[in-house]
């Protein structure tokens, strides 16, 4: 039976404004409606949950190396990729926050508001992290863990649900980490998990048992360069494209790790689980 609606889907209709440049107002930028922005490379994208075309335009103008290049009007299912229902995923019960679930077994139950940031747990990388990381924590205490490129915070979510105290969470995108910061408050974890914005590569040397990081191959390439990484007792690293897997893989071969586990989801997606000597 599927669990009962706690209350409507806050964000319903999306109006997404998609600019040339990076949109960097100011933190004084607030405007009702705003959800916040997006950065891919050198475009970003608006979102508001209600039409702004007219606020949007005069903020463009005012703001240097800024284009408007398009606009949409979607809802938020569409732009999800469909609706966001609670799912089961190995141990885990993962609900939005507007079903009312069993949240009596808080151990097996993770709160998820992926506000419009990517993450809801069904993509098959996150699937094989959250196996991964349960390996992880059969194999070795695992005291303290990073999760680098932290999206909505599902997996510094699990990994403290599952025992860890101390998690440290990093998003380079801002709205990323506040919505992982959202999440932290929903599930009452705040005291085991600390949320920070900034690039992963300079968290890296910090001293941790585990690190966990789905995120883009130009990224992780550098991130098991780094002198931290050997410093870990196990990594789960995802977000993988085939090619990009046998680059990592090869780079792992030199270094002294072990590969215990990988996942190859229809040839596609490629998750690594190892240790270090």
Known sequence: MQPATLEANPYQDLYIYYLSGRFRPGR????????????????????????????VESTVNRLAGLELLD??????????????LPSRIGRFTISPPWFDIDKMNA???IILDPGVVFGTGTHPTTRDCLEALQLAFEDTPIRSALDLGTGTGLLALAAARMGCPKVLAA???????????????LNT???????????????????????VTNIHYDVMKNLIGT??????????????MRSEAARIESTLADLPV??????????????????SY
């Open 28 to 55: 004084a930028f607030n405007p009702e409606h705003y959800i916040g922005s997006w950065e891919e490379g050198e475009f970003s994208f608006l979102f508001f949950t209600r039409p702004k075309m007219a606020l």
């Open 171 to 185: 998003d380079l995108t801002l709205l990323a980490a506040r919505t992982a910061q959202k999440n932290v408050e």
């Open 189 to 211: 974890l705040s005291k085991q998990i600390l949320v920070v914005q900034g690039d992963a590569e300079k968290f890296m040397d910090f001293t941790s048992d585990l690190v």
């Open 227 to 240: 002198s931290g990484f050997l410093k870990k007792k196990r990594f789960i690293l995802s977000g993988l």
């Open 71 to 84: 606009h949409y009007h979607m809802t938020y299912e569409q732009w999800q990729g469909g609706d966001i």
């Open 107 to 109: 151990d097996t139950t």
């Open 258 to 275: 072990e590969i215990i586990r990988r996942w190859d989801q229809d040839g596609i997606w490629h998750t690594f689980y190892g240790a």
